[in-house]
């Protein structure tokens, strides 16, 4: 129960940065990735705000031998720089350029209710299921 | 309140967040991730994804309830880019095993190399994919 209920205080403090952030703004995300244009430094703050208490956080959290609600901190282990791992980002790149949105702020912002919102999320939980049918066989 | 500052806050939360789940459950905040597993994982593992997810969900549409600046513009994309953008993403997170928060958060907060190239990658295809686009829409 303690588990479940951290996932969802979890989840919802990032939905409220998320739409605090302004990354829910596909706009000004295209403006921050828009370097040789009309560049808009905002979200570098949000990444700056989020690796600060994380990298802080982490230090002090990672210390403990194990979490709150599960036996171990599932960690990932690889340490290794891959193909999907390169090719992956730059298809990533190149759809959160085209649209402004990564996965996080489309999920904060389908309340909205608007259009290309509600197209895009779909859309990328057929990505996510295609890659993974195919990084499972391998 | 200036844009920076709100970015900052945000981007704090969002850090709060992760920080939460690892101290909690243990576990990394990498949106693609945890929402792939709702659709692949044992059914035991499902329910406190699903419950992150909602959670983003929920959490996004609180700040608007207070004050309507919250609440993000329409999307300029028509929907025929949203969807060819949702396929990239999912597609592209999927293969390289994370997004903005699993690598560009979590990922480099670890230290994490694999995170650290992750992020120049997708930031990088993102600047010249905006380039492009400005370029050829004029827009």
């Not at chain 1, 298809?91 to 919102?117: D, E, S």
């Not at chain 1, 509600?118 to 195919?134: R, T």
């Not at chain 2, 949203?82 to 958060?105: D, E, K, N, Q, W």
């Amino acid at each position: 129960m303690g588990k479940l209920l951290a996932s969802l205080a979890s989840g919802i403090v990032f939905g409220i940065g998320m739409a605090v952030s302004g990354m829910t703004n596909t706009t000004r995300v295209q403006g921050f990735l828009d370097f040789f244009g009309a560049w808009d430094p905002t979200l570098a703050f949000v990444m700056g705000g989020g690796l600060l208490v994380t990298t802080l956080g982490y230090r002090f959290v990672l210390r403990n031998p194990a979490p709150l609600f599960a036996c171990s901190f599932s960690l990932p282990t690889r340490t290794d720089i891959d193909k999907p791992l390169l090719i992956g980002a730059a298809i990533f790149g190149i759809g959160w350029g085209l649209v402004g949105y990564c996965p996080g702020p489309a999920l904060a912002g389908l309340t909205y209710g608007y259009a290309p919102t509600l197209a895009f999320i779909p859309a990328m939980i057929l990505g996510l299921l295609l890659a993974h049918k195919i990084t499972a066989k391998t | 309140m200036h844009p920076f500052l709100l970015a900052t806050i945000g981007g704090g939360l969002v850090g709060v967040a992760a920080v939460m789940m690892m101290a909690l459950n243990g576990r990394i905040a990498g949106v693609s991730g945890i929402l792939t597993g709702v659709f692949t994982q044992r059914a035991g593992e499902r329910v406190w994804r699903l419950l992150f997810v909602l959670g983003i969900v929920l959490g996004g549409s609180l700040p608007p309830l207070l004050n309507a600046d919250f609440k993000a513009p329409l999307p300029g994309t028509g929907l025929l880019l949203a969807v060819i953008g949702g396929l990239l993403v999912g597609f592209g997170t999927g293969l390289g095993s994370g997004c903005t928060s699993g690598h560009g958060i979590c990922g480099i907060a670890r230290f994490s190399k694999r995170s650290l190239l992750a992020t120049i990658i997708f930031m990088t295809a993102g600047v010249i994919t905006v380039a492009i686009l400005r370029l050829t829409t004029g827009s």
